[in-house]
């Protein structure tokens, strides 16, 4: 039993792995240091049919509490979604090379380092939240100094791959990679990744446990 009577727990599972951390408040509780959470991890695996492996994600957690002395309760969040392999036909999966125009923050991040060219990659997904990578190579690159530039080429160079496809962009993942140059920037790469989603739960309720004492 925990001081609040709650714990919080957070899973990340799919692509060959599957996280599950409890927390009390701020504070880790390793499940590998009690045999409870270990017995409670290994049952949400199994009631949430979490994935290891695979093309297949799933991202959730919620709060885990005592009521009435004796039933378990956990309020949750949960996000499912695997490829969708069975892609329109006029849907985008890759592109050949093109160009945009350059913009001024890669042509003064140009002159900083004083190199002709430099290579990018990025990507967008709008899954559980719309998540940005981007990263520019570098070895004299100091991101600190750079950051504002480093972010306003990435926030363009997003914005012209967005208009290569067709809103809503729920569901997918884009990435880009390629190179900027000294009059323009090269998008060697370009492809889209659409997902299927199999669970969108909010502030679900579920009863774990009829119990006795247990916690």
Same mark, same amino acid.
Not at 80 to 101: N, R
């Given at each position: 039993?925990?001081?609040?009577?709650?714990?919080?727990?957070?899973?990340?599972? /799919?692509?060959?792995?599957?996280?599950?951390?409890? @927390?009390?408040?701020?504070?880790?509780?390793?499940?590998?240091?009690? =045999?409870?959470?270990?017995?409670?991890?290994?049952?949400?695996?199994?009631?949430?049919?979490?994935?290891? =492996?695979?093309?297949?994600?799933?991202?959730? /957690?919620?709060?885990?509490?005592?009521?009435?002395?004796?039933?378990?309760?956990?309020?949750?969040?949960?996000?499912?979604? /695997?490829?969708?392999?069975?892609?329109? =036909?006029?849907?985008?999966?890759?592109?050949?090379? @093109? &160009?945009?125009?350059?913009?001024?923050? =890669?042509?003064?991040?140009?002159?900083?380092?004083?190199? &002709?060219?430099?290579?990018?990659?990025?990507?967008?997904?709008? !899954?559980?939240?719309?998540?940005?990578?981007?990263?520019?190579?570098?070895?004299? !690159?100091?991101?600190?100094?750079?950051?504002?530039?480093?972010?306003?080429?990435?926030?363009?160079?997003?914005?012209?791959?967005?208009?290569? %496809?067709?809103?809503? *962009?729920?569901?997918?993942? %884009?990435?880009?990679?390629g190179i900027i140059k000294?009059?323009? %920037?090269?998008?060697?790469?370009? *492809?889209?990744?659409?997902?299927?989603?199999?669970?969108?739960?909010?502030?679900?309720?579920?009863?774990? @446990?009829?119990?006795? /004492? %247990?916690?």
């Amino acid at each position: 039993k925990t001081e609040t009577g709650k714990i919080k727990v957070v899973w990340n599972a /799919g692509g060959d792995e599957t996280i599950v951390n409890f @927390f009390q408040g701020d504070k880790p509780l390793p499940y590998y240091e009690d =045999a409870l959470l270990e017995d409670l991890r290994e049952y949400l695996i199994q009631e949430f049919n979490l994935p290891n =492996a695979g093309e297949y994600y799933n991202e959730g /957690g919620g709060e885990i509490s005592l009521v009435h002395d004796t039933r378990i309760l956990m309020v949750y969040d949960e996000f499912a979604y /695997g490829e969708d392999y069975d892609q329109e =036909a006029d849907e985008l999966e890759e592109m050949e090379e @093109f &160009s945009i125009p350059i913009n001024l923050p =890669a042509q003064n991040l140009l002159d900083q380092l004083n190199v &002709s060219s430099i290579d990018f990659n990025g990507s967008t997904s709008f !899954l559980v939240r719309e998540e940005d990578e981007f990263e520019i190579y570098s070895q004299t !690159l100091n991101y600190r100094k750079s950051k504002e530039k480093v972010k306003d080429i990435h926030e363009y160079i997003k914005k012209q791959m967005l208009t290569k %496809i067709s809103p809503p *962009y729920i569901a997918k993942e %884009i990435g880009y990679a390629g190179i900027i140059k000294e009059d323009e %920037i090269v998008i060697e790469e370009l *492809y889209k990744i659409k997902y299927n989603i199999d669970k969108n739960k909010k502030r679900e309720k579920l009863f774990l @446990f009829e119990i006795d /004492g %247990i916690f």
